[in-house]
């Protein structure tokens, strides 16, 4: 009959006008930003270094300046300078450490390919979005000051990520030192052998990356 | 105090206080001062109930952030948006072409305002509470509302714009053809009450069968039919969905309102929310019962109170329509209206005619009476449908191997 | 279809008052008398990204229509050959931004076939989960955008939006972004879905033929629908064949050809499901397309979440960095919600692409637009566009 579609149709959005009122799964508007929005856990969206100690951040920044990130880039937003000098790191050997690391966040498309070729668990995604300047070299350029966020703020957003990279250089470092004490007691106990060379943590290929 | 006669009152008070000689001009500016008042705010309550509504047929929540000016706290649930709208739309640029034709240009939103709000003054909003009795007032009704086409072409013509013209002149094929099945959905009315003055014609529906079926004309078939011709006509008049494609995007030209911006274009959108009202109010006088009471048992309820929740009713109808319907394009719109529903109407006349010769039948010759007035309505219907809809139907899909 | 510009005509009538108003400029021609010329765009109210179309009208009706693109131009091709293989990726999700994981995993097809990577079941089966979840957010944006073209007031928009929006919040929640997922890499996925993801994909999956179901009732027996729509826009097959048309729009006029079948990429031979075709080649029929397209994946999802294997997501011995296949050449395609999304890529040994080759089913798509909108009118034309279901970012790389 002609009309009977049209009149189904009327009934389909009178069904959806009356849910409306009760049913979350059709009214799906949320009042940003009287309610706050809810952000999964695996939200990315500009990078940050990640500082072990909060009261020290720019002595124990993860970060030894291997240059990988600012390699891997695909819009090439990370420069970087390497120290001169070196500092012990969280193992007590001394590494090199950015004396330059800036990330132009206006030019940054959040696509983590820094987050997954860092070896050293340095540089992870943030999610601060809210993140408008009025000047592009002042607010959105940032500096290695402004990037260094400490472990704690890391477990904040992440914990899943957090706990597991945690686990994992924990575990490396006591692998370290266990490696580093057998080396001593071998060279204890045999002087005229040359010394192992010390473990260093080899760089992590093709991994599947962390469940989130 | 009588809830029913207490605008009447009201306006007697005031017009006693003023001296004999200039009794007639403040009873008649009084009712002026209180339509353009309160039709005027009717507006403004359109235009953002359109907006929720369609907001939550899209599930999503409309405007709810207007509050008050200083009290920034109260939301107030965005009532108050179409003042806002209001003063943002007054305080933007007129921009008037440099070629146009000022005085038309000027003249064309003003002019279709007017007419439509001409309309308003023979609605009869209660039971005694009609601005002008008229004895011809359906035809002036149409007559001011034809009036308004005169505008559409105003701004077209005043724009001096080759293109704005040729929409122009296209949003008057549209309207021009749907004149004709609306006034025709009229007539059946008009022959069966045999009065044009639609006071008398809101009267003529009161009454009610055993106390809960009011004798209103839509529950009647020739009424029903018309009802529905009526409210097709009254959307394509006023260029709401399904028939807005002079107001379309996808359009050729963006149409005879090209040339106007601020107020003016608000002015445009006023005319056809003020003529889209008039007409509601025509369609709930003749079809709807006017001001009568559904039931019996609540009559207490004040006549002018069951006109404005009709009224609303119809308008909350439009906007249903709206928020579901496709747009039509320009030859399927004329197609509509000349090959189907003009003979639906001329036939519908037949039936009101056979209403009035029969209204003597009793008993069960009531029935056979009901019948064939049914039959009249549904066998042209399918009939044209079928032909209207030739072609076109849902299909089966047949998959790969 | 370069992008000519209206060279050597007359000072031009613009329309003051509303942005996005069509230029139009008379065109004597001896022929035809006066002929109407109408630019369509870049900027148009009723959307698609930013295309053009010059339009032709005698009267009502379109004598000549020529596409014109390139505004979103911007040089994909010619980046990916200073970049290395593994940062192109999250360009890729950039091509056909409303489908980026199945772009995503065509480019990773490309390079794991020049470079003989093996993908480990596990990311097979993920694989074809994220594009089917893809192909049902493709297809509602479609229909949403269809309708809102044949001029409804975003009502049914909202709806397949509020579906979508259910996916891309699927999506959030396992790769970090919306729309720009980056999660396929060369030998399988970045990101394996924890055990709640999988539940809550798989609830959305059982529920979504209920929308569909109320999204036909609303509008796939709509009289005005089957008036605008059906005889509109017709394709003749053989035509289309001959232009090298895929996808939904080849199956509309009758063509039996779903790379998904003829191909057999990864494991969709493992999975029953069936490919519709429709018969008139007309607007009503790829609409319907997509429409039981979405049933079809649908139903391609319910057996993958019920298959879905333990296991790796990455094979063990793909490199990350570092990666240099042999010189050679590979062409991977996909049937990506759009039709046949290809790359081509040629590889001198080094870690950059020598060349590199999107084949965008948009852009193919797109050339045979004249020849589907002749004799209708203007109105019609957009819809049309709407039924070929193209992506600007794909079209213009």
């Not at chain 2, 003249?107 to 008229?134: D, K, N, Q, Y």
């Not at chain 2, 009224?311 to 329509?321: E, H, N, P, S, Y």
């Not at chain 3, 091709?77 to 990726?89: F, P, Q």
Request: charged share 20%; net charge neutral.
């Amino acid at each position: 009959m002609l009309g009977s579609g049209i009149l189904k149709g009327l009934g389909v959005t009178a069904k959806n006008f009356v849910g409306s009122y009760h049913d979350p799964k059709r009214m799906v508007t949320e009042e940003y930003p009287d309610t706050p929005a809810k952000l999964p856990e695996a939200y990315r969206n500009f990078p940050f270094l990640v500082t072990e100690n909060a009261t020290d951040p720019m002595g124990t920044l993860r970060c030894v300046a291997c240059q990988i990130c600012e390699k891997e880039c695909p819009p090439q937003c990370i420069y970087i300078e390497k120290s001169k000098d070196k500092k012990p790191d969280a193992t007590g050997k001394p590494q090199l450490y950015p004396a330059v690391f800036a990330i132009d966040t206006a030019v940054c498309m959040s696509c983590q390919l820094c987050v997954e070729v860092c070896p050293f668990d340095a540089i992870k995604m943030d999610q601060v979005f809210a993140v408008a300047a009025t000047n592009r070299f002042e607010g959105l350029l940032l500096n290695r000051e402004q990037l260094a966020k400490p472990n704690e703020y890391f477990h904040q957003i992440r914990p899943t990520e957090a706990a597991e990279v945690d686990g994992r250089l924990t575990a490396e470092r006591k692998a370290a030192e266990e490696k580093a004490k057998a080396a001593a007691a071998a060279k204890a106990a045999a002087p005229a052998k040359p010394a192992a060379p010390a473990a260093t943590p080899a760089p992590k290929p093709a991994e599947g990356g962390t469940a989130s | 105090m009588n809830l029913e006669t207490l605008p009447l009152q009201f306006r007697d008070w005031i017009v006693s206080l003023f001296p004999g000689a200039l009794q007639w001009f403040v009873h008649h500016l009084l009712s002026i001062t209180a339509i353009l008042t309160f039709f005027g705010l009717f507006f403004a309550f359109t235009t953002i109930a359109e907006r929720k509504l369609l907001a939550r047929l899209q599930n999503r929540l409309g405007p709810n952030r207007s509050g008050l000016p200083w009290f920034r706290r109260l939301k107030l649930w965005g009532l108050t948006q179409p003042f806002a709208d209001a003063i943002k739309a007054i305080t933007k640029e007129d921009v008037v072409p440099a070629v146009a034709d000022k005085v038309l240009h000027f003249l064309a939103p003003v002019v279709i305002v007017a007419f439509s709000l001409l309309g308003f003054a023979v609605l009869p909003f209660g039971r005694h509470l009609i601005p002008v009795e008229l004895d011809a007032a359906i035809l002036y009704f149409f007559a001011a509302g034809t009036a308004t086409e005169l505008a559409i072409f105003m701004a077209g013509w005043g724009s001096r714009n080759k293109y704005s013209l040729l929409a122009a002149m296209r949003a008057l094929a549209q309207l021009i053809s749907y004149e004709l099945p609306l006034i025709l959905s009229v007539v059946p009315v008009i022959l069966v009450v045999g009065t044009l003055s639609t006071s008398e014609i809101a009267l003529a529906q009161g009454g009610w069968t055993w106390g809960i079926i009011p004798h209103w004309h839509v529950f009647t078939p020739w009424g029903f039919a018309g009802f529905v011709i009526f409210l097709v006509a009254a959307l394509a008049e006023s260029n709401r969905s399904p028939f807005d494609l002079p107001e379309a995007e996808s359009e050729l030209i963006a149409g005879h309102l090209t040339e106007y911006s601020g107020f003016k274009y608000a002015l445009f959108f006023m005319a056809e929310y003020f003529g889209l009202t008039a007409l509601s109010g025509l369609g709930v006088t003749l079809f709807l019962g006017g001001w009568q009471a559904p039931f019996a048992f609540l009559e207490f309820i004040p006549s002018w109170l069951w006109f404005m929740t009709k009224l609303a009713g119809m308008i909350v109808f439009f906007i249903w329509i709206r928020g579901t319907l496709l747009r039509l394009r320009i030859d399927q719109l004329t197609r509509l209206a000349w090959k189907f529903l003009v003979p639906l109407a001329l036939l519908n006349l037949g039936n009101a005619a056979f209403w009035t010769l029969t209204a003597g039948w009793t008993g069960p010759l009531v029935l056979v009476r009901w019948g064939v007035s049914a039959a009249i309505v549904i066998v042209p219907f399918l009939l044209l449908g079928r032909r209207l809809s030739a072609g076109y139907a849902p299909r089966t899909y047949r998959y790969a191997a | 279809m370069s992008c000519s510009d209206q060279s050597g005509l007359d000072a031009e009538f613009s329309t003051f008052g509303r942005p996005g108003g069509p230029t139009v400029r008379p065109v004597h021609d001896e022929f035809h008398g006066d002929l109407l010329e109408v630019s369509m765009g870049p900027q148009h109210p009723s959307t698609h990204g930013v295309f053009r179309m010059v339009v032709t009208l005698d009267g009502e009706q379109i004598v000549k229509l020529k596409p014109v693109f390139g505004y979103l131009h911007r040089n994909h091709e010619k980046i990916a050959e200073g970049t290395s293989y593994l940062a192109s990726m999250p360009y890729t999700d950039r091509l056909d931004y409303l489908c980026s994981m199945s772009t995503n995993w065509a480019y990773a097809l490309a390079v794991e076939k020049l470079s003989g990577q093996a993908v480990p079941d596990r990311a097979q089966y993920l694989r074809i989960i994220m594009a089917e979840l893809t192909r049902l957010v493709n297809h509602s944006c479609l229909v949403g955008f269809l309708f809102n073209d044949l001029g409804t007031s975003f009502t049914p928009l909202l709806y397949a939006f509020r579906e979508r929006e259910k996916i891309l919040d699927l999506f959030e929640a396992l790769s970090g972004s919306r729309m720009m997922c980056n999660y396929q890499r060369f030998g399988g996925c970045r990101v394996d879905p924890t055990p709640e993801w999988l539940a809550a994909a798989s609830a959305l999956v059982d529920n979504f033929p209920r929308f569909l179901d109320e999204y036909e009732t609303m509008l796939t027996g709509n009289e005005i629908m089957l008036a605008r729509t059906q005889g509109v826009g017709r394709l003749d097959p053989q035509h289309a064949i001959n232009a090298g048309l895929t996808g939904p729009v080849l199956r509309a006029s009758g063509v039996d050809y779903d790379i998904r079948k003829v191909d057999g990429t990864g494991f969709y031979p493992r999975f029953d499901f069936r490919v519709p075709l429709g018969a008139h080649g007309d607007t009503y029929d790829r609409y319907m397309m997509r429409i039981l397209e979405m049933r079809e994946s649908v139903k391609i999802l319910q057996q993958a979440f019920k298959a879905l294997p333990a296991g790796p997501i990455m094979d063990p011995k793909a490199k990350l960095r570092g990666f240099r296949p042999k010189a050679g050449e590979a062409y991977g395609r996909l049937e990506s919600p759009k039709g046949e999304l290809g790359f081509y890529l040629i590889s001198d040994g080094s870690p950059n692409p020598w060349r590199y080759r999107v084949r965008p089913p948009s852009l193919i798509n797109l050339t045979l637009l004249e020849e589907m909108c002749l004799g209708h009118t203007i109105a019609d034309s957009v819809v049309i566009l709407g039924s070929i279901d193209i992506v600007l970012g794909e079209v213009d790389r």
